[in-house]
């Protein structure tokens, strides 16, 4: 399994939660850095956060520092984007897949799924 799953997207307000899954095979958590990256409409991709699978170290995007917290449940295989605080500006389709994370953000390594939308609005 190349590619990755993602779900959790949804209509929410200005303030709100959302918490996006990454499901994955056992094979890609142990041996690869995660990453989420979301394209706004009109706009190209970025890279939002990633964790890495040696020494669990984590980046986050300027603009979502103190608001998103990425993390994996090696049981469960997956990786979530817990996002707090939602903005208009968080619109988009979200990504996960296997990444370089690099002090810059992640760099995707792997195939681009379906995505999932999250939609920021009154």
């Known amino acids: 399994q190349l590619q990755l799953a993602e779900s959790g997207g949804g209509l929410v307000q200005p303030g709100g939660s959302l918490r996006l899954s990454c499901a994955a095979s056992?094979?890609?958590?142990?041996?690869?850095?995660i990453g989420w990256f979301r394209q706004a409409p009109g706009k190209g991709r970025e890279g939002v956060s990633c964790?890495?699978?040696?020494?669990?170290?984590?980046y986050y995007a300027e603009s979502v520092k103190g608001r998103f917290t990425i993390s994996r449940d090696n049981a469960k295989n997956a990786v979530y984007l817990e996002m707090n605080s939602l903005k208009p500006e968080d619109t988009g389709v979200y990504y996960c897949?296997?990444?370089?994370?690099?002090?810059?953000?992640?760099?995707?390594?792997?195939?681009w799924g379906w995505g999932t939308q999250v939609t920021v609005s009154s």
């Open positions: 964790i890495s699978s040696s020494d669990g170290s984590l």
């Open positions: 056992e094979r890609i958590l142990n041996n690869f850095a």
């Open positions: 897949g296997r990444a370089l994370c690099s002090s810059h953000g992640p760099i995707m390594a792997g195939s």
